[in-house]
């Protein structure tokens, strides 16, 4: 199972949108959530670009003959689950 690249709220920070926004700003606004010093940038920095939501495509080329069923939340793509048949 994998969230959707898509859906408007990033699942790991829980922001809107926050998946469309640069990696800088990504940092600068994980590092201010999650309380952390800005001593700590790099890092976070590091694993913020480590995070990589896929979208159905990209899924799909990663499993050919895979089952993809998708989740939703309130009529939207939440997340999809990939089974092998």
């Known amino acids: 199972?994998?969230?959707n690249y898509y859906?408007?709220?990033e699942p790991h920070i829980r922001l809107p949108f926050?998946?469309?926004?640069?990696?800088?700003?990504r940092a600068a606004l994980?590092?201010?959530i999650k309380?952390?010093?800005?001593?700590?940038?790099?890092k976070v920095k590091s694993?913020?670009?480590?995070?990589?939501l896929?979208?159905?495509?990209?899924?799909?080329?990663?499993?050919?003959d895979g089952k993809i069923e998708e989740e939703k939340l309130m009529g939207?793509?939440?997340?999809?689950?990939?089974?092998n048949l």
């Open 1 to 3: 199972q994998t969230p």
């Open 7 to 9: 859906f408007p709220v």
């Open 18 to 25: 926050f998946q469309f926004l640069p990696l800088g700003l």
């Open 30 to 32: 994980a590092v201010i």
């Open 35 to 42: 309380g952390k010093s800005f001593r700590n940038y790099a």
């Open 47 to 52: 694993a913020v670009a480590g995070v990589n």
């Open 54 to 64: 896929l979208t159905r495509a990209e899924l799909e080329k990663l499993f050919p």
């Open 76 to 83: 939207l793509v939440k997340s999809f689950m990939v089974h």
